[in-house]
């Protein structure tokens, strides 16, 4: 299959000034001098501006602006054309049957070109993640830190770990299998220190709150209180539309309503629930649990009130240093402030005041967080459960290996830590490490 020149549209479906088409593999150049008959094949990555023809036909397809590649000088790692054609349809419908018709040529999988400069030695696996994540980035820190894992932050991290695994197993292996060398005595207590250190860092690495895999996927906001407070008719407010259903009668909302927004750069996910309060209704009592249960894994808890009325002691049990105090209903004549001080808001969802006030509160707690779990720790965030589940296996086996009964058993472990820190980036088996590292002991036997 890696024999098939591949292609695709890489630019959004339907009609636009400009489309780029991709081919990629050992035909691609074949594939450019059959479109442009007659016209003189240019010099690698010289953009030229080309008359395209159908083949079959002789028929003019469109004037374009082509590229082509050499492997491995290409993000593919193989000989590649760039077409940027008119962005109408019919021509990009024209240009593709004509390519598919081409010898050896077929449609790209998706990702597959991606996959092809993996597989080609031309980025590793948290490169390839990261390309994922920069395309489907919608806010400012997602891209941030997509781009940051793209330039090989978690890339250097993760190999670093597997190299410096790899050397104290060798050194390991080297004394089990050559013990009459020149090595020291007790070996594995030499390299114990070491192998905690990693442990040490990697423990760090793992505890770092869920900030990266947070930026990622979003950071969890939930809008808590009791009935009536206008939870429902904040969240309406925050994300411009009718999302959940507002009424006067107090216990409307039941379920958890889920609602994405951009806060200031922040992907973030907003969630409206039930009413606090004693209830025997029996689905009541279902949407109270799972509004508390959304508070417990709630990055950032929005406490609101009605400001006419005492405070509820439900509401005032869930205040803490992760929680926003909101008292709404400003505009009422009764409303009274029930509690004072600096960092309490005061609001009307109704005449749409104090909103402002309350995003840009929301935005500094979220700024507060992520740069809390920054500061605690100088390594780059870890952004997939994918990562923490390696590295949670890695860690387990090295502590398996410190407190091996024999010298075989933690080699062993050893080469399982490797293996699960390999994983992470894909590249370089084991043995193969093993091999360049054992090259430089010149036992010579
Ligand atoms: N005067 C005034 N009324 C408001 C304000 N915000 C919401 N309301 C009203 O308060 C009532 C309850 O609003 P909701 O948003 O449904 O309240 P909720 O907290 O979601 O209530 P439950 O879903 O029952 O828990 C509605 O009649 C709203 O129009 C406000 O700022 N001022
Ligand atoms: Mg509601």
Known sequence: MSGDTIFALSTPPGRSGVAVIRVSGPAAWEGYSLLTPG?????????????????????????????????????TGE????????????????????LSSLPYHRMALPGEFTRRAFENGKIDLTAAEAIADLIHAETESQRLQALKQMDGALFYLYEGWKDRL???LALMEADLDFSDQDLPDDLILKVTPDVTDIMGEIDCHLNDGHRGELLRDGLRLVILGAPNAGKSSLLNKLCQRDAAIVSPIAGTTRDVIDVHLNLGGYSVILADTAGLRETDNHIEA??????INRAGQADLKILLFDGTKELDQQTMDLVDDRSIIVLNKSDEKGFHAPI?????????????????????????ALKAMIEAANSSSHFPLLTRARHREALEKAYL??????SAPLPELAA????MA?????????????????????????IGK
């Open 39 to 75: 016209q003189i094949l240019p010099t690698a990555r010289q953009a030229v501006t080309r008359k395209l023809f159908d083949p079959n036909s002789g028929e003019i397809l469109d004037h374009a602006m082509v590229i082509g590649f050499r492997g491995p000088s290409s993000f």
């Open 397 to 402: 086996s090295l502590a398996r290996s410190v």
């Open 340 to 364: 004072e001080g600096p960092n309490i808001l005061k609001m009307s969802v109704l005449r749409d005041e104090g909103i402002e006030e309350l995003i840009d509160s929301i935005i500094a």
């Open 286 to 291: 279902e949407g109270i649990t799972r509004a």
């Open 412 to 415: 062993e472990d050893i080469r």
């Open 418 to 442: 490797v293996r699960h820190l390999g994983s992470l980036t894909g590249r370089v088996d084991v043995e193969d490490l093993l091999d360049m590292i054992f090259r430089d002991f010149c």
């Open 166 to 168: 790899a050397r104290i």
């Open 79 to 98: 000989d590649s054309v760039e077409y940027q054609i008119h962005g109408g349809t019919a021509i990009i419908d024209g240009v593709l049957k004509v």
